[in-house]
């Protein structure tokens, strides 16, 4: 059983940058597929980036492109969510999420909530105009 916990949220003016971590627990972490997702108030929970096991691939959700990357420690057991050019639009609970099913990222089942098995508690990310 792989256990997550986040840290790093906050507040932060629009435009600012925050990096969120994620560290986990038990042997299994450095061989599974790990992704960040986002939740608003009163929104379903939206894909925000994955990353291969080995770190090698990664994958974003279109809102996210190009502001955000996700990246990867094994040694640390831990990945990161670097946010940069952040938007009021950004506000929600963020997620870390494992899979035990996949080791690879791409197009397709990697943003379904439900192929990820063990979720941490999530981090608070509120952006101000």
């Known amino acids: 059983q792989v256990q997550l916990v986040e840290s790093g949220g906050g507040l932060v003016q629009a435009g600012g940058s925050l990096r969120l971590s994620c560290a986990a627990s038990?042997?299994?972490?450095?061989?599974?597929?790990m992704a960040w997702f986002r939740q608003a108030p009163g929104e379903e929970r939206e894909f925000v980036a994955a990353?291969?096991?080995?770190?090698?691939?990664?994958y974003y959700g279109d809102s996210v492109k190009v502001r955000f990357t996700i990246s990867r420690d094994n040694a640390k057991n831990t990945v990161y969510l670097q946010m940069n050019r952040l938007k009021p639009e950004d506000t929600a609970v963020y997620y870390c999420?494992?899979?035990?099913?996949?080791?690879?990222?791409?197009?397709?089942?990697?943003?379904?909530?439900?192929?990820?098995?063990?979720w941490g508690q999530g981090t608070q990310v509120t952006v101000s105009s």
């Open positions: 990353i291969s096991w080995s770190g090698s691939s990664t």
């Open positions: 999420a494992g899979s035990g099913q996949f080791g690879a990222v791409g197009p397709g089942s990697t943003s379904w909530a439900s192929k990820y098995d063990y």
């Open positions: 038990g042997r299994t972490f450095s061989s599974n597929a």
